[in-house]
């Protein structure tokens, strides 16, 4: 499965949610390729790897220079790979203008990679450029954080519009794996409004599973690690694993636990997590 975190509204949780989620899906021994797709690069940050001007980076496959295997890194996490971003990739979408298939380079990169991993996370810019396009028809499934506040439905309506129209333009197989509510703070009236009124919209397009606020999530990148490393008994930590969870739920109908993996991952005694 190749799978884009994508909204272009800043802010949502979008990066912390592709690196989290990435982390817990190796942790449930599947074999994970992130693909820092943002020219922020801060899916590489996350993890501790900062790329200089001129690193081998997926900026480089995506011109044609390497392949993507020369330029994808292992991390701490077992069984989790990173395909890494810098600020090479800012002028990439100036250089695709005229380019050919300038909207299909990332699908070409990342097809080939699907033997060797079970799922490809892709995080995109907070945009809806050439990027996120290439993000966008590269993917099976797009996965959109939301943030729970009321502005966040009207930018959610237009990457919905967006992405339907990239399904009939360009025959893209990308379907919606759904909305995830994010930096959800359920002591306050605000939000259980807010995520009630979503719920009720978008009916069972919304995860079951919720991403709290919380400290130990915004801390972890400051340490170059996913918050499974960080704090791995923390709300957000563990509503990561949940997350993952649900999702190989969805698309292969059994129930799953990582309590296991995440023993074998650290090898300690932990609470059961399914």
Do not use: W
């Not at 949502?12 to 990435?22: D, H, R």
């Amino acid at each position: 499965m190749i799978l884009t975190v994508a909204n272009q509204k800043g802010g949502v949780g979008k990066t912390t949610t592709a690196v989290n989620l990435a982390a817990s899906l190796a942790v449930a021994e599947r074999r994970v390729l992130l693909v820092d797709f943002d020219p922020q690069g801060n899916a590489s940050s996350a993890f501790g790897l900062m790329r200089r001007f001129g690193d081998p980076q997926v900026y480089h496959a995506l011109m044609g220079e390497i392949q993507a295997k020369d330029a994808i890194l292992a991390t701490d996490l077992t069984g989790l790979d990173l395909l890494p971003a810098g600020q090479d990739l800012i002028g990439a979408e100036v250089e695709l203008v005229h380019a050919p298939s300038r909207h299909d380079r990332l699908r070409a990169l990342l097809d080939p990679l699907r033997n060797y991993y079970d799922d490809i996370i892709i995080d995109s810019p907070p945009s809806l450029g050439l990027l996120t396009l290439n993000a966008l028809i590269a993917c099976d499934e797009i996965l959109v954080p939301l943030q729970a506040e009321f502005y966040a439905m009207e930018g959610l309506s237009h990457l919905l519009e967006t992405m339907e129209q990239i399904r009939t333009g360009f025959h893209a197989r990308c379907q919606l794996a759904g909305i995830l509510l994010t930096l959800v703070d359920r002591r306050t009236r605000l939000a259980e409004q807010v995520c009630s009124d979503i719920r009720s919209y978008f009916g069972d397009k919304v995860l079951a599973t919720e991403i709290p606020r919380n400290v130990r999530l915004a801390e972890a990148p400051s340490h170059g690690k996913p918050a499974l490393l960080y704090s791995i008994k923390s709300a957000g930590a563990q509503a990561y694993l949940h997350l993952a969870a649900e999702l190989i739920e969805r698309n292969s109908n059994e129930f799953v636990s990582i309590g296991q993996g995440i023993q074998r991952a650290y090898g300690r005694e932990t609470q059961h997590y399914a």
